[in-house]
């Protein structure tokens, strides 16, 4: 029994001691401050956090992981430190926005987009949840998406013009547009290599700039995926690979990217020469995206060889009526008042974009 009692006693005595010896949260802070002065990064990093951890409220500790989080390449630290112990059910509109915002600038796509979502579930009402829930499908080039959120955005609220205009230039983006996001896009996909979306719109941006063997490549390793073997279908047909294009294709219209599931039958119908069934699907991948000039392009070229006279006159009218749209887009500056908005909405009624029409006449006050 005695010895017993001994032992309890050592163990208390040691723990007394183990607890005496550690160091203070003040001591911790200093150590961390000093670590980062002298760029010992791991250093800093370890003090830090085990300042935290006797003491989550330290600021200091907060301050230097937060400095580190860059460095480190580690963007995980400061989104973090917003969130805290809580989870996603538990932050505020203004917690959500702020740490959304956090993952975007860290190039966190997909994260920073299920927090802007579930804001705006909570808050449809709440602008600035609206404005960076509807612009992340943009930096993606998901035209489709961003009006979607466009106009579901419209019913509770009134989206800023310059951002209904720069949808206006995404729904028919080039080579130029391309180009400019093909940097944040890889950025997004080094920090987040699951990121489906962010890697659909590298994608988009190899097939605007012709790089259709690189947009392959890059899909290959999610084709399981049904939005990327769509678009890697698209990829291969233009390429004009149609037993790759056909294998990928669902054997019906899929819920979404319907758009460029015709695209990719039209264009596997175009090498195949049966033009009626080309213009059948070309003409249907224009009717879900009549702002893309690329499609109806190729509808053009379609009708053109079906001596189809008088139906080719309509859509190179409207196709000349799409690059005016897009031109405007480029010359944001120019549209200084929500009224001048109108001859877009005009316009995009006149190519049988009805539903773009109504949301560019709703941002315009009509």
């Known amino acids: 029994m005695k010895s017993i009692l001994l032992s309890i006693l050592f163990l208390i005595a040691g723990f007394v001691l183990q607890t005496l010896n550690r160091p203070a949260v003040e001591d911790l802070e200093y150590e961390a401050s000093v670590a980062w002065n002298e760029t010992n990064l791991a250093v800093a990093e370890e003090a830090a956090r085990q300042a935290l951890g006797r003491n989550p409220d330290s600021v200091r500790a907060k301050e230097i992981l937060s400095k580190l989080a860059e ?28 740490a959304g915002r956090i993952a975007l600038s860290r190039s966190l796509f997909r994260v920073a987009n299920e927090l802007f979502s579930e ?32 106009i ?11 951002l209904v205009v720069l949808f206006l230039g995404l729904a028919s983006i080039d080579s130029r547009g391309a180009s400019s996001a093909e940097e944040w896009l ?37 084709c399981q995926h049904p939005r990327v073997a769509i678009l890697q279908a698209v990829a291969y047909a233009t390429d004009r690979n149609l037993s790759a294009a056909q294998g990928l294709l669902p054997d019906s219209e899929p819920a ?4 460029e599931f015709w695209y990719a039958k039209g264009l596997i119908f175009v090498e195949q020469e049966k033009w009626d069934d080309a213009e059948i699907a070309l003409h249907k991948a224009v009717r879900e995206r009549p702002l ?20 080719e006159s309509t859509q190179v009218k409207e196709l000349e009526t799409v690059i005016r749209i897009v031109q405007a887009s480029l010359n944001i500056e120019q549209i200084s008042d929500r009224s001048e908005l109108m001859p877009l909405a005009e316009m995009c009624s006149e190519i049988g974009a009805e539903d773009v029409a109504g949301l560019v006449s709703a941002v315009a006050g009509r």
């Open 71 to 98: 460095p480190l390449r580690r963007p995980e630290i400061e989104l973090a430190l917003t969130l805290g112990d809580q989870n996603r059910q538990e932050l505020t509109e203004k917690q959500l926005a702020e």
């Open 119 to 150: 804001g705006v579930r909570r808050s449809p009402k709440n602008a600035l949840l609206q404005q960076q829930y509807a612009t992340l499908p943009g930096l993606q080039l998901d035209a489709e998406e961003m009006q979607t959120r466009l």
């Open 152 to 162: 579901q955005w419209s019913k509770s609220g009134t989206p800023p013009k310059d």
């Open 186 to 222: 890889r950025t997004s996909l080094a920090a987040d290599s699951n990121d489906v979306e962010s890697r659909l719109g590298l994608a988009r941006c190899f097939l605007a700039m012709g790089r259709y063997r690189e947009c392959i490549q890059l899909l290959d390793s999610h």
């Open 256 to 259: 979404s990217m319907r758009a």
């Open 292 to 311: 893309n000039k690329s499609f109806r392009s190729r509808y053009c070229e379609i009708l053109r060889r079906l001596k189809k006279t008088e139906e």
